[in-house]
């Protein structure tokens, strides 16, 4: 009975996260930053390719500290490569809502992201439809791929 109860707090804490962070994202298009903004933060190229090469090995247990690098980086220049790394990465299930965070934050803040991930994922569930030998070889990063997009 209390591992029930405790289970089903988890789920309602974890659904209102959800529901907060689709409204946030909803009104994004009205809250994102201005030109100023992006001036501010660091755009260097060490940091910013080493951000990106860090997304392509994405855990839940480091969500905090690339929200915190995010926070510090200005990385207009690096949104297809953001994109590039996040459909290539072998993410496990586990760590599928940690990749959903990092794109809810790169749509808060970057218009071109949103856009350009949509692309990215309709050419690569192409690729798999067109290629049935790599779909029936790569069922597990086809079964990840799409729990991250329905996500």
């Known amino acids: 009975q209390e591992q029930a109860n405790r289970l ?5 804490e ?21 030109e100023n903004f992006f001036r501010k933060l660091d755009s260097s190229l060490k940091k910013n390719t080493a951000f990106v090469k860090k ?3 994405l855990t839940e247990q480091q969500r905090s500290s690339i ?5 510090s980086l200005n990385l207009t220049r690096y949104i297809q490569e953001i994109v590039s790394t996040l459909l290539d990465a072998k993410v496990k299930m586990s760590d599928i809502p ?5 794109c809810s934050l ?3 803040r970057y218009q071109e992201f949103t856009p350009q991930l949509f692309q990215s994922t309709k ?6 439809v067109d290629d049935k030998t790599s779909f029936l070889t790569n069922t597990g990063k086809v079964r990840t791929d799409l729990r991250f997009v329905a996500e």
Do not use: I, W, Y
């Open 123 to 128: 050419r690569l569930f192409q690729s798999r």
């Open 98 to 102: 940690c990749a959903v965070h990092v």
């Open 8 to 12: 089903l707090a988890e789920a309602k």
């Open 106 to 108: 790169m749509h808060m």
């Open 67 to 71: 929200e915190n690098e995010f926070n």
């Open 55 to 57: 997304l392509g090995k």
């Open 14 to 34: 974890r659904g209102q996260k959800k529901a907060t962070f689709r409204l946030l994202n909803q009104d994004a298009v009205n809250n994102r930053p201005d």
